[in-house]
């Protein structure tokens, strides 16, 4: 069976540190890969997918980036965190095409102080 | 602009009654429609999943249903437990591309 892994679990960092956040999918080849972050009370905002290995696409400009340097695992980093990177962070992934279902992380807590 | 919008934004009933929470979206071209549960501080759980052709799909307590001539969805909860306590977010599938339009949302109370 496929397992999504995500870590940390809880992240407390100050402005200005860098940032990294990683996910690995057990169970599966070739999936695509995805990372949202959820503010308090809001939705889910796609930062990052990617369809193969060293293929990324940002979806929102901001000071982030991602990578994805082996088929199932996927990163999120940043050099520098900002107060607003503040956030629920979550990694997804798909089989196939837009009709299959997109499996989620159990999740990464930042806090930027 | 393809969005997908929610209400309401929260909701609180007491258990064992029944609930019904509305989605309505501008997605197009318009590939499939689900359901998620996010417990608090966890990732979404896939409810049930509809394409254009499909009324309605139930699991279990759960049932939603489609119309994708108005463009809207409803999940309808019955007999709600404390363990339904949880957002509920709705999801469209843009057609031919790989992106997930979400809603924000409704958080869901079932008190004791």
């Known amino acids: 069976s496929q397992t999504i892994h995500q870590w940390p679990a809880t992240l407390v960092q100050p402005v200005g540190s860098p940032l990294s956040l990683e996910c690995t999918v057990e169970g599966t080849s070739n999936p695509n890969l995805y990372w949202y972050r959820q503010a308090a009370g809001r939705g889910l905002q796609l930062l990052f997918y990617?369809?193969?290995?060293?293929?990324i696409s940002s979806e929102v400009p901001q000071n982030l980036s991602a990578s994805r340097p082996q088929d199932r695992q996927f990163i999120l980093s940043s050099k520098k965190l900002l107060l607003s990177d503040s956030g629920f962070y979550l990694c997804?992934?798909?089989?196939?095409?837009?009709?299959?279902?997109?499996?989620f992380g159990p999740g990464t807590r930042l806090t930027v102080l | 602009k393809n969005q997908v919008e929610q209400s309401p934004q929260s909701l609180i009933i007491l258990e064992g009654k029944n609930c019904t929470l509305q989605?309505?979206?501008?997605?197009?071209?318009?590939?499939?429609l689900r359901w998620y549960k996010q417990d608090t501080g966890r990732g979404p759980v896939s409810l049930t999943i509809?394409?254009?052709?499909?009324n309605t799909k139930s699991n279990g307590r759960y049932t939603a249903t489609l119309d994708a001539d108005t463009k809207q969805s409803s999940l309808h909860i019955t007999a709600s437990q404390l363990s339904d306590s949880a957002s509920y977010i709705c999801v469209v599938t843009h057609s031919g591309t790989y992106k997930y339009i979400f809603g924000t949302g409704t958080r869901l109370k079932v008190l004791a």
């Open positions: 990617s369809v193969g290995i060293g293929q």
């Open positions: 989605c309505n979206y501008t997605v197009s071209p318009f590939s499939n």
């Open positions: 997804a992934w798909v089989a196939g095409g837009p009709w299959d279902e997109q499996f």
């Open positions: 509809m394409t254009f052709s499909e």
